[in-house]
T-cell receptor
Framework: QLQLQESGPGLVKPSETLSLTCTVSGGSFSSSSYSWGWIRQPPGKGLEWIGSIYYSDSTNYNPSLKSRVTISVDTSKNQFSLKVTSVTAADTAIYYCARHGDSYGSGSSTYYFEYWGQGTLATVSS | EIVMTQSPATLSVSPGERATLSCRASQSVSTNVAWYQQKPGQAPRLLIYGASTRATGIPARFSGSGSGTEFTLTISSLQSEDFAVYYC?????????FGGGTKVEIK
């Protein structure tokens, strides 16, 4: 069974950079049919897609965050990472990493989220 | 950006009854809609993708329907473990967007 686990500092100061890593285990990571994403959820609120990265290292970001977000992959470690720069209190949220649906043999979009990590709370505060 | 609007915000249902949740897209997304269930303190769980295909291990009491701009998630007979928040998501266009959620609570 595929498992994803987020890790990173739980507390970040305003104006600094939030850095999180997602470690994937129990399944193939580097297959060209898989892509990976980050989603966040402010406490008590709904879900917001942050961005996704694909086998080719190409990325897609939410325009609302694009200027501050970078997602990268380290296939040697079965990990992908998120960096959010210049954080404010509005970036306080539970951050989830997730895998999109398997695109192998699919004739349609598979950019739903099939597997999720348990989430990690990142708080922005001085 | 495609806006996904869910209704109602809260649905009060008795165990054993049917629950019908709605999701409307601001423009056509074909059948590129997924539904998720989220319980307190847990990550969302994929229930439905392709508007009507149940994900692996999802009970048959969960069903999805719709295409274009109107979508429905139906829970045929609510069990105690089904009381949760449900989100729809479109994956037809970038950016990917979620609805605001429907909380299904015990009546």
């Amino acid at each position: 069974q595929l498992q994803l686990q987020e890790s990173g500092p739980g507390l970040v100061k305003p104006s600094e950079t939030l850095s999180l890593t997602c470690t994937v285990s129990g399944g193939s990571f580097s297959s060209s049919s898989y892509s990976w994403g980050w989603i966040r959820q402010p406490p008590g609120k709904g879900l917001e897609w942050i961005g996704s990265i694909y086998y080719s290292d190409s990325t897609n970001y939410n325009p609302s965050l694009k200027s501050r977000v970078t997602i990268s992959v380290d296939t040697s470690k079965n990990q992908f990472s998120l960096k959010v720069t210049s954080v404010t209190a509005a970036d306080t949220a539970i951050y989830y990493c997730a895998r999109h649906g398997d695109s192998y043999g699919s004739g349609s979009s598979t950019y739903y989220f099939e597997y999720w990590g348990q989430g990690t709370l990142a708080t922005v505060s001085s | 950006e495609i806006v996904m609007t869910q209704s109602p915000a809260t649905l009060s249902v008795s165990p054993g009854e049917r629950a019908t949740l709605s999701c409307r897209a601001s423009q056509s997304v074909s059948t590129n809609v997924a539904w998720y269930q989220q319980k307190p303190g847990q990550a969302p769980r994929l229930l439905i993708y392709g508007a009507s295909t149940r994900a692996t291990g999802i009970p048959a009491r969960f069903s999805g329907s719709g295409s274009g701009t109107e979508f429905t998630l139906t829970i045929s007979s609510l069990q105690s473990e089904d009381f949760a928040v449900y989100y729809c998501q479109q994956y037809s266009n970038w950016p990917l967007t979620f609805g605001g959620g429907t909380k299904v609570e015990i009546k």
